[in-house]
């Protein structure tokens, strides 16, 4: 199945020149003859079998959404979504992850059981542009590699021409905000109000960020990590077990349209409560998105259940819900101030390979990288990047040092001798943590390109 990943890594962006393509949200690809079609509005799949085998195989490609702006946390959610408790038996697998024109790629591929028998998935999560989307293969045989590869290779996507999440304008200034509840957070940062121009309003408070419009206000909670109760029970966990601090819950209900499947249903609650500070009668929606073994609990708090309604008419939707949408709005805006300091980030994947026709096992390979900022008072700043990647044994390293000046304003940080001396442009922006900030470093050239880095204490 390795072949398979190569094979994605090395077509995915390509356009092939083939006749009667079709086009499924942002993917343009060249259908599979004699597969049967299925459609939805959230997914496009073939499915073929062979009666003499007993193969089978499935090839979905799923409606883009919101990515969350990290490329592995979105092939971790799209795990917990698609994959995990629905194929018995798959581990998750570290992605090799690639880039170009703008995309990353992580893919990986794990075995589950299907009949008591041994199958394969093969998951590729994509992001760029402020979207991800995710193609997920499942066959229990390798006799339709062949087809797959080409179906792969054909497949082009199209950047959107509307950015997927509003651009952040005017920054507020401030050094202390507090929840509606009235929970006081001495900010570490200058600017800890974000005005958006589309009229919502983000302040970070002591465990969340709050967003506010009008009468609604969003909470987006910092994550939690999950353990065995918080697992078992799902999506009811934060609802029964974390809210009763914050409000008297009256009533309780789901928005599962039908769906039986327990994977196919949206991580979405809602009912009547009383805010315990206001004591006003209110009505709430939860929606809590799971990724890299933690929760991320998002709340809408509305004066009624219309307004919540009109405010997030796609509430409930599994896979673009309007309210899941809202992690989109913890952005804060960077100044050289709170830049002043030491700042570091990296990380490291690897992953065992084995002969896909002997089963001899092949080696293991690795990436890691070490990335270290400082910033002056004066603008200048120092950077060190390091890291090593290949088969162990055998692996390739490099070391990277820079000095330059950086100016910066708001969303913007601009460092000069760079790569060959160039002066690059990244965005940047600050992201509320429990206990502090990450700072986010993207080059605003090649978006594939970010610095994600925490403060060294």
């Known amino acids: 199945m390795n072949k398979l990943v190569l094979a994605l890594f090395i077509t995915i962006f390509s356009l092939p020149l083939l006749a009667q393509r079709e086009t499924f949200d942002i993917t343009n690809y060249t259908p599979?003859?004699?597969?049967?079609?299925?459609?939805?509005?959230?997914?496009?799949?073939?499915?073929?079998?062979?009666?003499?085998?007993?193969?089978?195989?499935r090839l979905s490609i799923l409606k883009s959404m919101t990515s969350t702006g990290v490329p592995r946390t979105d092939f971790d959610t799209e795990w917990q979504q698609l994959v995990a408790g629905t194929y018995q038996g798959?581990?998750?697998?570290?992605?090799?992850?690639?880039?170009?024109?703008?995309?990353?790629?992580?893919?990986?591929?794990?075995?589950?059981?299907?009949?008591?028998?041994?199958?394969?998935?093969?998951?590729?999560?994509?992001?760029?542009?402020?979207?991800?989307?995710?193609?997920?293969?499942?066959?229990?045989n390798e006799e339709f590699m062949p087809e797959v590869e080409s179906f792969l290779g054909?497949?082009?996507?199209?950047?959107?021409?509307?950015?997927?999440?509003?651009?952040?304008?005017?920054?507020?200034?401030?050094?202390?905000?507090?929840?509606?509840?009235?929970?006081?957070?001495?900010?570490?940062?200058?600017?800890?109000?974000?005005?958006?121009?589309?009229?919502?309003?983000?302040?970070?408070?002591?465990?969340?960020?709050?967003?506010?419009?009008?009468p609604v206000r969003v909470h987006l909670y910092f994550p939690l990590a999950y353990d065995d109760d918080s697992r078992r029970a799902g999506r009811d966990y934060f609802w029964d077990?974390?809210?009763?601090?914050?409000?008297?819950?009256?009533?309780?209900?789901?928005?599962?349209?039908?769906?039986?499947?327990?994977?196919?249903?949206?991580?979405?609650?809602?009912?009547?409560?009383?805010?315990r500070q206001t004591n006003q009668r209110v009505f709430l929606g939860l929606y809590v998105n799971s990724a890299g073994g933690n929760m991320f609990p998002i709340l809408a708090v509305a004066p009624d259940e219309q307004t919540l309604r009109n405010t997030f008419p796609k509430a409930e939707?599994?896979?673009?819900?309007?309210?899941?949408?809202?992690?989109?709005?913890?952005?804060?805006?960077v100044t050289l101030r709170d830049l002043h300091g030491k700042w570091t980030g990296g990380g490291t994947t690897a992953a065992n390979y084995y002969n896909a026709y002997t089963g001899n096992y092949a080696g293991m390979g690795a990436v890691a990288m070490s990335d270290r900022f400082e910033f002056m008072v004066n603008g200048d700043y120092t950077s060190r990047h390091q890291g090593a990647s290949g088969m162990v044994g055998s692996m390739s390293t490099y070391s990277q040092d820079y000095k330059g000046k950086a100016t910066v304003s708001d969303w913007n940080a601009v460092l000069t001798n760079r790569f060959k001396g160039a002066t690059t442009n990244f965005n940047a922006w600050f992201e509320a943590v429990q206990g502090g900030v990450v700072l986010h470093l993207q080059d605003a050239q090649y978006s594939g390109s970010r610095f994600d880095l925490v403060r060294e204490r």
């Open 241 to 275: 077990s974390r809210l009763g601090s914050e409000f008297q819950l009256l009533t309780k209900q789901y928005r599962d349209h039908g769906e039986m499947i327990s994977s196919f249903q949206a991580p979405y609650i809602e009912g009547e409560a009383v805010d």
């Open 154 to 214: 054909s497949i082009h996507l199209t950047k959107p021409t509307v950015p997927a999440v509003p651009p952040v304008v005017q920054p507020s200034s401030g050094t202390a905000v507090s929840t509606a509840s009235g929970r006081p957070f001495a900010a570490s940062i200058t600017k800890a109000t974000t005005n958006f121009n589309d009229g919502w309003v983000s302040t970070m408070a002591i465990n969340m960020v709050v967003v506010t419009r009008g």
């Open 32 to 57: 599979l003859m004699g597969w049967k079609k299925e459609s939805t509005e959230h997914t496009v799949s073939f499915v073929t079998t062979n009666e003499v085998t007993r193969g089978w195989c």
């Open 317 to 333: 939707n599994q896979f673009e819900s309007d309210l899941a949408a809202m992690s989109g709005y913890n952005k804060f805006a």
């Open 90 to 140: 798959a581990v998750k697998p570290e992605p090799e992850q690639t880039q170009e024109d703008g995309w990353t790629s992580c893919s990986g591929v794990s075995t589950f059981q299907f009949e008591q028998k041994t199958a394969y998935l093969l998951l590729t999560s994509i992001t760029g542009y402020g979207l991800r989307l995710s193609v997920l293969v499942l066959m229990n």
